[in-house]
């Protein structure tokens, strides 16, 4: 097999054009964890703070079908996990894998190293899951890593990006390259309201993207102009206050948001893209929002 794999952190180092990246099919399903027992239980995010106890399950699990609904109205067969009592972050569930396909179609899955004590255990039940469907799994290395919450793939390209400062180690990221044999870009994050690079860059195609260009240092910033053309900046108001950023674009047509971000709303609009906004406000006093609640895989 040809080494791909490889850390760029500088825009200086990059010597390659997206476009000639190996190709791969978009997934064709999304993961989801039923919202049970998804509460506020601690604080280990900036989002969560004043939450603690303050979630209506009820109001929760209607915000919940509605996500589902809009990816089955897109044509994504949506396949769910149970929750489980104790790990109300499961719910988010993009973190504890991350899910790639070769260019030959082979299927893989990262498992995550979970940064806090609170979610470690949740990995367990998404290994069970992917194992069943045949995923061969790799086991992230024991710095942290947090999966799709942190590493980003670039729409249809063998191209990942990869934040670190927060929840994923620096000293992973090379490890995931090798695993995957995948060029990585790897970010820092330099705001605690963007704990996670689902929270500050959103890919919507192959070259157009939200962002929040303070979460990045100025090398981020370089790096993310180098490769993304296109750079829809996400008003920070929005960004911080209702996650804004934590839209996916599964179809590289259709924008799945937060309700009510009118600003971002109008800018995605604008770029030609179709906005399908959706209310997960009880989600987003834990710190997440419409990326964070699905993880997209191969069927």
């Not at 067969?77 to 894998?97: A, K, W, Y």
């Amino acid at each position: 097999m040809k080494a791909d794999a490889g850390i760029y952190r500088h825009a200086s180092e990059v010597d390659f054009q997206v476009s000639d990246l190996p190709g791969v099919r978009l997934p064709d399903a999304a993961l989801f964890v039923r919202p049970a027992f998804f509460q506020v239980d601690y604080v280990i995010n900036p989002h969560m703070e004043g939450h603690v106890g303050s979630v209506d399950t009820e109001k929760a699990g209607r915000q919940w079908h509605g996500v589902v609904a809009a990816y089955e109205r897109l044509g994504f067969h949506p396949h769910v996990v149970e929750g489980r009592r104790g790990l109300p972050d499961m719910i988010f569930c993009s973190n504890q894998t991350l899910p790639a396909m070769d260019a030959d179609g082979t299927r893989h899955v990262v498992l995550s190293n979970m940064a806090t004590e609170e979610r470690r255990h949740e990995v367990e039940h998404f290994e069970r899951f992917f194992g069943d469907l045949g995923y061969e799994i790799h086991r992230a290395p024991d710095r942290p890593f947090e999966g799709a919450g942190d590493a980003v793939w670039h729409f249809d390209r063998r191209l990942l990006w990869i934040g670190a400062g927060y929840r994923s180690d620096s000293r992973s990221v090379e490890a995931v390259s090798k695993m995957l044999n995948v060029k990585v870009v790897e970010l820092r994050l330099i705001d605690a309201n963007f704990y996670h690079l689902d929270t500050c860059l959103s890919i919507l195609d192959a070259k157009t993207a939200l962002w929040v260009p303070s979460a990045f240092d100025e090398i981020g910033r370089d790096l993310i102009r180098r490769l993304i053309p296109n750079l829809i900046t996400v008003p920070i108001e929005e960004a911080k206050s209702s996650l804004a950023c934590n839209a996916h674009c599964p179809d590289g047509h259709h924008v799945i948001m937060q309700a009510g971000c009118d600003k971002t709303t109008r800018l995605v609009r604008e770029r030609g893209f179709e906005v399908i906004e959706c209310e997960t406000g009880e989600f987003l006093k834990a710190g997440g929002s419409v990326y964070c609640m699905k993880q997209m895989f191969w069927v």
